[in-house]
Nanobody, 125 residues
Framework: QVQLVESGGGLVQAGGSLSLSCAAS????????IGWFRQIPGKEREFVAH????????YYADSVKGRFAISRDRSKNAVILRMDSLKPEDTAKYYC??????????????????WGQGTQVTVSS
């Protein structure tokens, strides 16, 4: 059974850091491209970061560029989102998605076939 599980969220003060993990079970996560998205209640899911299958190429939303870093941890069959210099506007539920084909852009949630349940990140000012 294909499953993604996010973890690592929590409450942090502005300027702090968190590392989110997206752990896969039922398949090698290296077989899929992975994206992180975030969502606030009542708003659409927003693209945050993407990593290709090889891990060589990463893409970021302008709002997180220079502060967030996405990487693969092959030993744990996971993808990590390191978040530094957090801001209150980063507060959201963070989801990871796994995809096989780029039906649309990597920044479009429709490109992803499987999703985790999300992990909440709250940044206090």
């Amino acid at each position: 059974q294909v499953q993604l599980v996010e973890s690592g969220g929590g409450l942090v003060q502005a300027g702090g850091s968190l590392s989110l993990s997206c752990a896969a079970s039922g398949f090698p996560i290296s077989d899929r491209f992975i994206g992180w998205f975030r969502q606030i209640p009542g708003k659409e899911r927003e693209f945050v970061a993407h990593i290709t299958r090889s891990g060589v190429t990463q893409y970021y939303a302008d709002s997180v560029k220079g502060r967030f870093a996405i990487s693969r941890d092959r030993s744990k069959n996971a993808v990590i989102l390191r978040m530094d210099s957090l801001k209150p506007e980063d507060t959201a539920k963070y989801y990871c998605g796994a995809g096989t084909y780029y039906d649309t852009s990597y920044s479009n949630s429709r490109s992803y076939d499987n999703w985790g349940q999300g992990t909440q990140v709250t940044v206090s000012s």
